[in-house]
């Protein structure tokens, strides 16, 4: 459980490194409001996370998610694409989109996991 924990705060810390830039790539003032807002939802989950890790004496830091790194890649080599203008906006979107789906099977799989459950 705790490295499922640790691997979820890895995946939602590289969230919140990503989501300015891919606000910032973005064309639509619509889906720049969008990566805005789930990057404050992220730092709520982060600190959901370490409160979690600190309740249970551990550390949330020694896990790296390379799920998540490589879907962040993804959306990088999205945001360095030549498209432009709402074609790009449907790339970041997916790329997003992709991410968002990784996160819910994550914090699926950690309350199926949960010793409360």
């Known amino acids: 459980m705790i490295d499922e924990l640790r691997d979820l705060y890895s995946a939602e810390n590289q969230l919140v490194k990503a989501l300015p830039k891919m606000a910032k790539g973005s064309s639509s003032s619509e ?5 805005t807002g789930h990057l404050e939802q992220t730092k709520g989950h982060v600190e959901r996370l370490k409160q979690a890790c600190e309740l249970l ?3 949330p830091t020694g896990e790296l998610c390379k799920g998540m790194e490589g879907l962040v890649k993804e959306g ?3 945001l360095e694409d030549d498209e432009e203008g709402a074609a790009k906006d449907i790339c970041i ?3 997003a989109l992709r991410v968002e789906h990784y996160e819910i099977a994550g914090a699926t799989q950690q309350q199926l996991r949960s ?3």
Do not use: C, S, T
Request: glycine share 12%; charged share 35%.
């Open 31 to 35: 889906l720049k409001e969008l990566f």
């Open 57 to 59: 004496g551990k550390k």
């Open 76 to 78: 990088q080599e999205q």
């Open 93 to 95: 979107a997916g790329a």
């Open 115 to 117: 010793p409360n459950r």
